[in-house]
């Protein structure tokens, strides 16, 4: 029983393909070395990446969370490898969590280099020093939350959504307190903004067989009423709802009236997108694009906090109004042509292959099936602009972070995205000093590494030659 105990409690690596981590000391001096590798095998082959299922679309083992049993003083308890209460203490974190906070938890997983062999699960590099972050996934790597750029008075927390993470780091943004373009606050101090504001950690929401025109209903957020089904599989990857099983929403993306347990005043209104991520997704574009492909609803989703940013049309002329972006906000015949044709500045292309990039993606509209975005959810694969395609808020940012100003997916403060044949512009002087608070400017390293380790000229996926700000993509101008 002793040993059950010491089992159950000692949980620091949860998730799969995390870093291994090293042995604790459990009751008595006993050296317990916790658990790794999956919790469960997929209920639908091959409906996540190389079959690995922590989370699995759902909820996942509580264990890998939380403490299960801290209550009677005396039984020993594990907590993660960081969190700032000492394992092995009659002391626990909010929550019942592993982690310090929220963030902190699920960084615990999440943290940390890209392997070599394509680490698919890690989203903050946080090491210290003048390296580039080395993440290279759709969302952005949160490590650029420790790099100030003082060439262009672009300061760390600028760089993207900012989480708090106390045994990482990572705090809350000290400027901005409401969510911009919205009326969301979060609450008192280290809950303020966190992993769990956008996802739910429990995946409770879920895609089910609906009539709308891609197919596809939302329920959720509780199961067992006669509305919703049990979820087999992961809403990421393309999986498709079956009359006896649901499939989880996108990233474990939350809907209608979540509100967190740290956060409960501002429930959603909208449910998460519909969009399909190919299997392999932390992967630098040197070579060939990693695509993710976008249906429907993600502007909407982002609308839950930035309210007024959020809009369908526009009329030209008219003064107050924000760029288009929305299930609405359809290219018009014009960009439909640039975009399929714009190579990069003074470059255009009318062969009949499309120019899709993922540095400016789109939706493919309110049609778009889940088995249409698994189609297209591959590397390099034609992607054309057409009259059902629509502007998005991720059309221009990232979700989680980059190397430029309000996440922005390039330099939207550089004239040149390059200078000839290099990502020379505004890279001179010495390294950025990470985490200290000596700012330096952005390395030509950096740089690139910031668009995702592309070379500048010609190439699949190359940035040209004094190439202008990627507004071109759509509107074509340079």
Same mark, same amino acid.
């Given at each position: 029983m002793r040993t059950l105990k010491l089992a159950l409690a000692a949980v620091a690596a949860f998730a799969l393909d995390?870093?291994?981590?090293?042995?604790?000391?459990?009751?008595?001096?006993k050296s317990v070395t916790p658990p790794?590798?999956?919790?469960?095998?997929?209920?639908?082959?091959?409906?996540?990446?190389?079959?690995?299922?922590?989370?699995?679309?759902?909820?996942?083992a509580c264990d890998g969370c939380h403490v299960m049993h801290n209550a009677s003083s005396g039984v020993a308890k594990?907590?993660?490898?960081?969190?700032?209460?000492?394992p092995w203490t009659n002391v626990t974190n909010a929550y019942l969590l592993q982690g310090t906070d929220q963030s902190s938890t699920c960084l615990v997983c999440h943290a940390g280099a890209k392997a070599a062999s394509g680490n698919q699960f890690t989203i903050a590099d946080l090491t210290t020093g003048t390296t580039p972050p080395t993440n290279r996934t759709p969302g952005g790597d949160f490590g650029w939350l420790r790099s100030d750029f003082d060439w262009t008075n672009s300061p760390s927390q600028r760089h993207g959504h900012n989480v708090a993470a106390a045994d990482f780091a990572l705090a809350v943004d000290p400027d901005l307190t409401i969510a911009p373009g919205g009326t969301w606050q979060g609450g008192p101090g280290r809950k303020q903004f966190a992993c769990s504001s956008c996802h739910d950690p429990h995946g409770r929401y879920r895609m089910q067989i609906g009539t709308a025109a891609n197919g596809i209903a939302f329920a959720g957020p509780y199961p067992g009423?006669?509305?919703?089904?049990?979820?087999?599989a992961s809403g990421s990857y393309g999986e498709v709802p079956t009359a006896a099983y649901a499939i989880g929403t996108y990233r474990l993306l939350a809907g209608q009236n979540y509100a967190p347990?740290?956060?409960?005043?501002?429930?959603?209104?909208?449910?998460?997108? @519909?969009? #399909? +991520?190919? &299997? $392999?997704?932390? !992967?630098?574009?040197?070579?060939?694009? @990693?695509? #993710? +492909?976008? &249906? $429907?609803?993600? !502007?909407?989703?982002?609308?839950?906090?930035?309210?007024?940013?959020?809009?369908?049309?526009?009329?030209?002329?008219?003064?107050?109004?924000?760029?288009?972006a929305g299930g609405e906000a359809l290219f018009h015949a014009g960009q439909i042509q640039v975009y399929?044709?714009?190579?990069?500045?003074?470059?255009?292309?009318?062969?009949?292959?499309s120019k899709y990039t993922s540095l400016v993606p789109f939706e493919l509209g309110k049609s778009a099936t889940l088995a249409t975005l698994k189609g297209a959810a591959v590397p390099n694969s034609i992607i054309a602009a057409g009259p059902s395609a629509n502007v998005m808020c991720l059309s221009c940012h990232r979700a989680h972070a980059t190397a430029f100003d309000s996440m922005v997916r390039w330099d939207q403060n550089a004239t040149f995205l390059?200078?000839?044949?290099?990502?020379?512009n505004g890279a001179t002087g010495s390294a950025t000093v990470v985490t200290t608070g000596t700012a330096g400017a952005r390395t030509l390293q950096q740089t690139q590494a910031g668009y995702y380790d592309r070379p500048v000229g010609a190439g699949t996926t190359a940035i040209g030659t004094y190439q202008r700000s990627l507004c071109n993509k759509c509107h074509g101008k340079d």
């Open positions: 995390a870093n291994a981590q090293t042995a604790v000391t459990g009751m008595g001096g790794s590798g999956m919790y469960q095998q997929p209920a639908v082959t091959g409906s996540q990446p190389d079959s690995q299922a922590f989370h699995a679309g759902g909820v996942a594990s907590t993660g490898p960081t969190s700032q209460v000492a009423s006669p509305a919703t089904l049990p979820i087999a347990a740290s956060n409960t005043s501002s429930p959603f209104p909208n449910d998460p997108p @519909v969009a #399909v +991520a190919p &299997g $392999t997704y932390n !992967s630098g574009e040197g070579t060939s694009e @990693v695509r #993710v +492909a976008y &249906g $429907t609803g993600m !502007s909407e989703w982002c609308q839950n906090c930035h309210t007024n940013i959020h809009i369908d049309g526009y009329t030209s002329g008219v003064a107050g109004l924000r760029h288009p399929n044709t714009y190579v990069s500045s003074g470059v255009v292309d009318s062969a009949a292959t390059t200078d000839g044949v290099n990502y020379t």
